[in-house]
């Protein structure tokens, strides 16, 4: 059976549920031998990130250290991949997957997850024809994102028309496809929740407060490793 890596790109400032969500529903999917986390170094189309690199990767690593309690199937070794910062440049995810290919070789089915709003935007992305060229794509719902064809910029619709494939396929396809999970609805994202640690009250006395009960509120936005961390390190505080 071929060997199957798949890869979250993400700026995870910071990482929350709405993340291991998704890397989680497509691990059960695909059952890759591996899942790299790929934080972004310089996301280009971002105004900027607010946590430094170092405090966006140890974030990840006790995100996902915590993800198995949360459904996240066992077996899949998760690792934090750091290229895109180490590379010190505008990050461009066709370099990354160029590099990953020559490393992983031309049989290994390498699959780059994104939600929706990425879809929607895939034909802003640099050389993005190309990605196909190198690697497969696995794309989940999100709320207030659509996912069907009329939602999607034409040229992009066009180019993943044909490319549509089971998580079998995929898995067994080098490059090329497109998995769609149109079951994923988590309504959470990194801005909501660097908004609720500016504006809100202190996360750790609603976390302390009784979990799940304030679903609005960062205790149920992150796990709570995170939530610790970032009241450690102070972080999200303007
Ligand atoms: N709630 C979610 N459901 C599905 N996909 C998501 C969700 N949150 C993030 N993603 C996907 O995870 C990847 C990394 O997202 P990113 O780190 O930019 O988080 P974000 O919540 O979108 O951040 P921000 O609010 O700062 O724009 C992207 O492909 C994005 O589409
Ligand atoms: O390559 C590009 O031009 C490109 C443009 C926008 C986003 N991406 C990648 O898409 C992933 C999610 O991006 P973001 O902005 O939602 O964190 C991350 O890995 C980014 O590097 C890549």
Redesign the pocket.
């Known amino acids: 059976m071929s060997v199957c890596v798949a890869v979250?790109?993400?700026?995870?400032?910071p990482v929350?549920h709405?993340?291991v969500?998704?890397a989680g529903l497509f691990a059960r999917l695909l059952h890759p031998d591996a899942l790299r986390i790929l934080p972004a170094g310089q996301p280009w189309q971002?105004a900027g990130l607010q946590a430094g690199d170092a405090d966006r990767v140890a974030m990840l690593e006790l995100a996902f250290a915590q993800a198995s309690g949360a459904g996240f199937p066992a077996g899949v070794p998760v690792t934090i991949d750091t290229r895109e910062i180490v590379r010190a440049a505008p990050t461009y995810t066709v370099e990354t997957l160029r590099e990953q290919r020559a490393e992983l070789g031309a049989s290994t089915s390498i699959v780059f997850?994104?939600?929706?709003?990425?879809l929607q935007k895939l034909d802003s992305w640099r050389d993005w024809r190309s990605l196909f060229e190198l690697a497969n794509f696995g794309v989940?719902a999100?709320p207030g994102y659509r996912l069907d064809g009329a939602a999607l910029p034409p040229a992009v619709a066009h180019e993943i028309a044909g490319r549509l494939a089971s998580p079998e396929r995929v898995r067994a396809s080098p490059a090329g496809r497109v998995c769609m999970a149109h079951t994923?609805a988590?309504?959470?994202?990194?801005?909501?929740v660097r908004q609720a640690l500016k504006s809100g009250p202190d996360p750790q006395a609603q976390r302390g407060a009784g979990q799940g009960r304030d679903p609005g509120q960062v205790g149920a936005l992150v796990a709570p490793q995170v939530l610790d961390y970032i009241q450690q390190r102070n972080l999200y505080k303007s």
């Open positions: 979250l790109g993400g700026s995870f400032d929350h709405g993340h969500a998704l971002k997850l994104m939600g929706a709003d990425q989940a999100r994923l988590v309504d959470i994202s990194a801005t909501q």
